[in-house]
């Protein structure tokens, strides 16, 4: 099975932004469609955004909409969170998941069987 590492979490103040990097093992990222989620402190985790295994279909929550930007890069076994104007409500652990889903992608982590152990993002001033 594929193992997943994030990194790029930090701390960022108010507005800022991050760029959240995932790496899958054995350059199989091209198996599987990828996704990010998101638990804040204290609640549940929850999907932030999704690539497709062809990386022609992407989906993003209403609050990651407008702000963050999700790709992928099969060559390096690499997906990637572009995260700009961070606010409080986005921060928490990051975590990278991989699913077999085909055509699209979603946000329900029902159609993820990999993930990581998380990065960390804390946004204050």
């Known amino acids: 099975q594929p193992q997943l590492v994030e990194s790029g979490g930090g701390l960022v103040q108010p507005g800022g932004s991050l760029r959240l990097s995932c790496v899958v093992s054995e350059d199989r990222s091209n198996y599987y469609s990828l996704g990010w989620f998101h638990q804040a402190p204290g609640k549940d985790r929850e999907g932030v955004s999704c690539?497709?295994?062809?990386?022609?279909?992407?989906k993003y929550s209403d609050s990651a909409k407008g702000r963050f930007t999700v790709s992928r890069d099969d060559a390096k076994g690499h997906v990637y969170l572009q995260m700009n104007n961070l606010n409080d409500a986005d921060a928490g652990i990051y975590f990278c998941a991989a699913g077999s889903r085909w055509g699209d992608c979603d946000l329900d982590r029902i159609y993820f069987d990999y993930w990581g152990q998380g990065t960390q993002v804390a946004v204050s001033q």
């Open positions: 690539i497709s295994i062809s990386g022609d279909f992407t």
